[in-house]
């Protein structure tokens, strides 16, 4: 028996985006959820990536939308350099294979072997890939014209993707949006794979809203964002019944439309597999009676606001912090502007930090860092703001932790931390690869 068997006769929602069932008598794949008759077990394929299920010749299902599943943190453990770069493709489509391989410190030569090694299809299938199962998203979700799903999806012009749907997925754009859209705000469901826990989440979120960039409530979470010159605010509503977010979402522009929800998906932590994680914990010492069910690691728009953050927040309270973070927005946010987000890391290294109530030599690490950030943008490398004075190992944990959302950030020198391992039996390398969920959940109890 395949060892997904069960879960796919089972439409287990725990397995949602871990695998895809693609049916040679149809040519057509699903996510194991799907409501469709069962297929039986002879004519059944399983993938752990729709790209891969692509590449083989199957179309995704218009019933189940394949496109709209959690992602999977299946590739966990696989070469480093490959996960990193499905995560670099996946946050933004319209990057170059050559700008990504660079990003990596590779060559786009290596980088193609790589992925023919583990996915078995080139680095630019797979990214085509992407953009068509994004674009397909919008077509069914959004009432975006299809010269709007092209822009928003990378390709140059409808023209173009349409012929790129009609070879790859077999149908045209407008046999993909069966039903007509009527205009109104663009609103996109982001799916999950439950348990998922919003009353940790929602209180997380809310102790440490900044004033003006975010909002939360009961069911909800909003901000204001910045994304590469372009300004748009997201409100994500809580749909436990569906396992989903239900996210109003403007920007000025679409081109960065696939960045915009990458960022969105991170910061709910829509992708994590709890059912794996769980199992970490449990033999990390935290067996199931005490853990948290449905834990989420909740993140940050980016990496300069996720170091603000840390900066400002040493050896004081939450409360304190959020206070000064408050501070500083309003010092670098002219009060006739219109909300946009955190500021910039331009805008803080420029703006007078002398009335921040805080000791001067931590302004000076936080202009520095904006400094640095400023000078850096994309390419800001963690371990390199150890360089800067007042920066420590905590902070740039931190900035992994809840900026990039790395998942194996121990964060062991945290008073927090501390006072839960005093006369604890655990063993926190038994947690890895998420042992930053391990951090939270110590930070829970």
Request: glycine share 6%.
């Amino acid at each position: 028996m395949h060892p997904y068997q069960r879960a796919r006769t089972a439409r287990d929602k725990r397995f949602d985006g871990v695998f895809y069932v693609a049916v040679r008598s149809t040519g057509i794949f699903c996510r194991p959820i799907c409501p469709a008759v069962l297929p039986k077990e002879e004519n059944v394929r399983y993938y752990s990536l729709a790209e891969q299920a692509m590449a083989d010749g199957f179309r995704p299902c218009l019933r189940c939308r394949p496109d709209s599943a959690p992602g999977s943190c299946a590739w966990k453990g696989v070469n480093t350099t490959v996960e990193r770069a499905l995560n670099l493709i996946r946050s933004d489509t319209q990057q170059t294979i050559q700008h990504i391989a660079s990003r990596l410190g590779i060559t786009d030569r290596y980088l193609r072997d790589l992925f023919q090694q583990h996915l078995g299809l080139s680095p630019k299938r797979y990214q085509l890939y992407q953009r068509l199962l994004f674009a397909k998203q919008l077509l069914h979700q959004t009432h975006l014209s299809i010269e709007q799903v092209a822009q928003a999806a990378g390709f140059q012009s409808a023209r173009r993707l349409q012929a790129h749907v009609s070879k790859h997925l077999k149908l045209t754009p407008r046999q993909i949006r069966a039903t007509p859209r009527t205009p109104g705000p663009l609103m996109l469901t982001l799916n999950f794979r439950p348990p998922y826990n919003w009353e940790q989440v929602r209180g997380f979120l809310a102790r440490r809203a900044i004033a003006d960039v975010e909002q939360v409530d009961d069911t909800s979470y909003a901000r204001y964002v910045s994304l590469g010159g372009q300004r748009g605010h997201f409100h994500a509503r809580f749909d436990e019944q569906n396992a989903c977010f239900r996210v109003e979402l403007n920007m000025s522009k679409l081109d960065r439309l696939s960045d915009v929800i990458h960022h969105i998906r991170r910061i709910l932590d829509l992708d994590a597999d709890m059912s794996v994680i769980s199992a970490a914990l449990n033999d990390a010492g935290i067996p199931g009676r005490m853990q948290v069910q449905g834990l989420r690691l909740p993140g940050v728009w980016e990496p300069f606001e996720a170091g603000c953050r840390a900066i400002l927040g040493q050896q004081i309270s939450v409360k304190a912090a959020i206070a000064l973070l408050n501070q500083l927005t309003a010092l670098c946010t002219p009060s006739d502007d219109p909300p946009q987000g955190f500021p910039s890391a331009e805008t803080v290294a420029a703006v007078d930090l002398s009335a921040l109530k805080m000791p001067d030599a931590r302004r000076q690490t936080l202009r520095a860092f904006a400094r640095y950030c400023a000078a850096h943008h994309d390419e800001i490398r963690p371990e390199e703001l150890l360089n800067i004075k007042g920066i420590g190992p905590w902070t740039v944990s931190y900035i992994k932790l809840r900026g990039y959302s790395e998942p194996d950030v121990w964060l062991d020198t945290d008073l927090v931390i501390k006072k839960h391992l005093e006369g604890a039996t655990m063993t926190p390398e038994r947690a890895a690869p998420w042992r930053s969920y391990l951090t939270l959940q110590l930070w829970s109890l």
